[in-house]
């Protein structure tokens, strides 16, 4: 048996020797170069182009600009699986090329030419002319009456409004003797600073146009370039080949539908655009910035009689993934903590700031940042131990969603928080660091998480496989469910080998997609890629076994319930006698010349089930107060992701998740000038990202409750590690303090500011 064990990758030693070929490495020499003009302005119209002095120069094939577009075709560009019901359809609010402008960044142009030099020159030689309208860059002010309208049909720039109402809110709080705990939470806009920039190409054969891209959903884009560009979307092909990361921005077409149209007007020649750093910053997706007040009405014995949420999300100009991100997050908040009586108000209004579209996390990071925040300040605010207030407040073994259906089965937040207090000796430290002096403090803090598997039942969840049987008794195995380089492709193989009974070393998961010969899958996103595959890789290797040994029975005179498969091989099981191998089997079928035939299965399954995942980080912090400065000395993350496939690749995804947990927690923001729009540190040396060095050693420990709805075991392991990282190394500065930063991230400057209006600088 192979799932449960640690084994090497499948891509890991052609990743290592560098022989892995990334979208620049497959694209031919003789491509065209594609720039895209970005408008100097965060709100207006593009009046008039010259670009007469960029046509001019040498290498410049040709120079497109807003006005070009004559077929205006709407698009939306979230990653989320189409549907024929108009409602649930997303917002189509983009265009290739747009004259009407509405961040500082937006596309306006595109140039394109026989090589960089001449591309870039061409772009700084085109002269603009705008008519410039107000701007607003606040998710509060731009709610506001008399502010400015960024898209027609929303007033009030509110993309969406959803709320949750349980229980009697206003009757409750007049029970007698409850304490009343407010807190406004804020998360910046941060960035996926995944390490191969978006980059994709397109060309033509005959009617037909094939986009190379580095994407996680190549099924979706595909559906969306045909919407794009007004085709049929079987004239769209997708390739994706192996990916440098995505963590979520690529979960959208970004630039898949303009490369498209570049190379149609260009008679179908090889297009290749490759974004800029900078521009990636600024011109594809960020995280939502999410501002949320919680008040809670708390009962001595420390229970919630209670509680309120307003959540205010950042969409920027776009609407792309729009309001799931604050919806999710919104959803997660009456069920961490039960309660009986919650009202909730989420919001998704329209800013003229760059788009924010899906990151790792999909708004739980953001969610946990208010909610494990605020949570610390209850506990504090009652006098209690901030783990015994979780503990007596959290979500109990049995409690069923009404909604999603999905149950908590075991008692997997007091499991989890037991092997991470242990593993960090949380218990010492804690009471160590109580009541501290002087100007080098140190502190311990604690946060949990929820989180829920894949989308359903909110939106569609299907998932298919394709398995060939070799000649030589090897398989080949097929999924829309896209390696991103999370290890997805080892697990599928390990699923494989076990279903089918056949050695790891003779599975082969086609990494690469494409979707004129992958089977239909939506691609990578919601920590769906194990669970969901999982149901599609045990139907059809079921379904494939059972062929094999229909097809054995003639060449054993076995009946099939007498046979089955082991590492590799046909065996009788009354006796366990090896009959021959499935080599052997596979060659006959092939080449037999009274029963030839192609052993293969392809199977569809629509998965109608969900998986509650969830777990905690603890963080260990030492505070420099005159310097505002805090070092991260220990942190730990424990998990619930059912059985785990791969434990040494669930480590690593724990690793990854931690990471950008940390940088969201101490340093990342993405700034933007109020005066213009601008982003102000779109790169990698002013934007201040998490590396090695500012980590200490960081654990992961598991809690192995295997899901039972999952075809595994199985469940949500991908985004989870990213979602409580942020709130636990705040929660630590405040044990070592007593000051609560409840804007993150816990940098100096925002550091200081706390600690002056506390009175300790």
Known sequence: MYVGKKVTRVDA???????TRYTDDLCDKSAYIARVLHSTI????????????AEKIPGVVKVFTC??????????????????DPGHQDVADRLVLTEEVRFYGDDIGAVVAEDEVAAAQALAAIKVEYEE???????????????????????GNILKHTTIRKGNYEEAIKEPGLTKVEGWYDTPTVQHCHIENFICYAEMEGDRITVTASTQIPHIVRRIVGQALGIEWGRVRIVKPYIGGGFGNKQDALYEPLCAWLCMQLGGHLVKLDIPREDTFVSNRVRHAIRSHIISWVRPDGTYAARKLEAFSDQGAYASHGHSIVAKGAGAFPQLYPCDNVEVDAYTVFTNKSVAGAMRGYGIPQAMWAVESHTEDVAARMGMDPVEFRRKNLMPVGYVDAFSRNELYDDTFNQCLDKAMEAIDYKRKFNEYQNQTGDIRRGIGVSVFWYNTAVWPISLETSSCRMVLNQDGSLQVQLGETEIGQGADTAYTQMTADVLGV???????????????????T???ASRQTYTAGFAIRQTAMLLKERILEYARELTRMPPYNLDISEGNIVRTTDGRVLMTLGELSTEALYSLTNSRHLSAESTSQIKSNAYSFGCTIAEVEVDIPMCKVKLLDIVNAHDAGKLINPALAEAQVHGGMSMGIGYGMSERLLFDEKTGRALN????DYKLSTFMDHPRLKAVFVENAEPTSAFGTK?????????VAPAIRNAVYQATGVGVNEAPVNPHNLFRRFKEEGLI
Request: glycine fraction near 8%; aromatic fraction near 10%; hydrophobic fraction near 35%.
């Open 13 to 19: 030693y052609d990743k290592v020797i560098g022989r």
């Open 42 to 53: 965060a709100h207006g119209r593009v009046v008039s182009m010259d670009t007469s002095e």
């Open 67 to 84: 006005f070009d577009v004559k077929e205006k075709h709407y698009f939306p560009t979230a990653g989320h699986p189409w549907s024929t």
């Open 133 to 155: 309208y107000p701007f607003v860059l606040d998710v509060q002010e731009a709610m506001k009456e008399g502010a400015p309208q960024i898209h027609k049909d929303y007033p």
């Open 503 to 521: 050695p790891l070393r003779d599975v082969h998961v086609v990494s690469c997609q494409d979707t004129d010969v992958t089977p239909f899958g």
């Open 523 to 525: 691609g990578a996103y």
């Open 682 to 685: 779109n790169n990698l040396l």
């Open 716 to 724: 949500a392991l991908g985004e989870p590690p990213a979602c409580s």
